[in-house]
Every structure is written in C-alpha cells, then in structure tokens.
C-alpha cells in the first residue's frame, strides 16, 4: 500500500478581531501569502497535487473576563465537509518593542477540552475560566485553537493548510485608564523613528498612525499610513520609516499624527538638514 504523499502546512494567524478593517487587511495578505507558500511547494512535488483548505470558525474572537465576569464561553465550529482535529493551548500574551507577540506557557487561565474532534458543521463550546484574580492593570493573554493533520490516507497527496487561530483575552483591572503617549521622535541616516507608549491600565488599538514629510515650503515628500495593532498596558512600541534616498534630502521636517477612539496625538520633528545624514 503507498504511503501518503501529502504535505501539512501550518498558518498562524496573529489575530481574528473579524470586526476591524486592519485585521481584515491583514487576513487577505495571509491569504496570498498562503497561496504563494502552496504554490511553491506544489512546484517541487514531483506527481500532480491538490491544494487542501479546511475551513473553521471560532466565536467569539476576543473575550473579555473580570472580577465580575470570571468565565465565557467559545465556540469552535467545523465549517468543512470532513471531520477536523484540534489542538488548544493558554499562554500569557505580552509584546516587543517592536510590536512582535511574546508567550510564555500559563495557568491562569484554564479551559477545557484540550483536544477535540468535530466531524463535520458540528461545533463545540470550550469553557474558558479565569483563576487568578484582576491586577491594577489589565492582565492579556492567548487562547490558541490549532488545527492538528487528518491521519494519513494511502495515496493522498497534496498540500494542507492548516490554520492556527489566537484568541485574545484580557482580564480587566478595577479601575480602566487609557493614557497613549507619543515621544522620542529621531532621525539617524534616512530612517525616522517614534514611540508610542501606553502608561494606562488597559490595552487600547490605534485607529490609524500616519506620517508625513515635508519639504522646507510645507509640501509632501512622503505620505505614510502604518498599520496598527494593540498596544498593551505597560508597553510601548517602536515604529519606523525609511526615507528613500531620491527624496530625503528634500525633507524639512515630520509629522506624526495618531488617532486612538477620540484622541489625536500629533508631533512635529524638524529636520532642517534633510533626512539623508545624522
């Protein structure tokens, strides 16, 4: 009998807020990256392949827990027309300076089941329980739902997607202050630098960060949306822009504006040498 020829591929989702555009965004750029993966790696199959998709959901995508609130309940729905395996993990979630996702195994938060199988348009509840109490700020972490290979089949070949969502959680303080803060504007060799910093007790999600370089008569150089993602209590992020070499001597100054919910932070840092040097 053949073995199986398939080839597994695990995606990992950073994030399923299926309600922001960012997230939205973000999921389309997964998509053609995952296509773009495939496609390679059909190439170097030596016998014809079929690309395999399975398809999930989960519901809700962010959950919210507190010294009222200790509990919720997700739903993981099998989508597909054949049964799918999955795999759970908790960890405590906190972020870089450079905004990448830090996880360190916990137990703060507990859940059960952690394997299931759910044949197919079946659907399953995971019952997700916080055991350690609220902090004076916001306590953030991960529940991953991971899609696990289907057993071998003899003579199936082929590429499998297999997705693995991570469900933010955060278990609110008792008090909730959201104070953003945006400094330490620089300029070294082409490359414009700024932090925003979160000094409040809960997580907030910039709508939009956008920056802009002006000439000495106040006319555009350089016209940047950046995307945003969480910024967690406690943590500040480091952002980027490289100005390219055709256009940075004509830069005179920058411009950061960011909105968060109602507030809008803006500052300027002058550049009268251009951007080139320093």
Known sequence: MPAATGVALLVATRDIMATSCRDRATRRRLQLRIGRVAALLLAVLSSAARTDAASFSVNPTQIGLSAKVTSALVTVRNESDEPLRFQLSMFAWSQSLKGEMQLTPTKDVVFFPTLLTLAPKEERKIRVGA????????????????????????????????????????????????????????????????????????HFTPQSIRVRALDAAGALVLDKKIDAWYILAGTER??????????CSRVASFVVDIQIEKTNLTERLQAPGGACGG
């Open 131 to 202: 055991v350690t109490p609220p902090g004076t700020v916001e306590k953030t972490y991960r529940l991953f739902v991971e899609e696990l290979p289907p057993p071998d089949k003899p003579g199936q070949t082929g590429v499998r997607v297999l997705t693995r969502m991570g469900i933010p959680i955060f278990l609110e303080p008792a008090t909730k202050d959201g104070q953003a803060r945006l400094a330490d504007l620089g300029l070294q060799k082409g490359t414009f630098t700024f932090r925003l910093a979160n000094a409040g007790t809960v």
């Open 238 to 247: 480091e952002y980027e822009v490289v100005v390219p070499k055709p256009d």
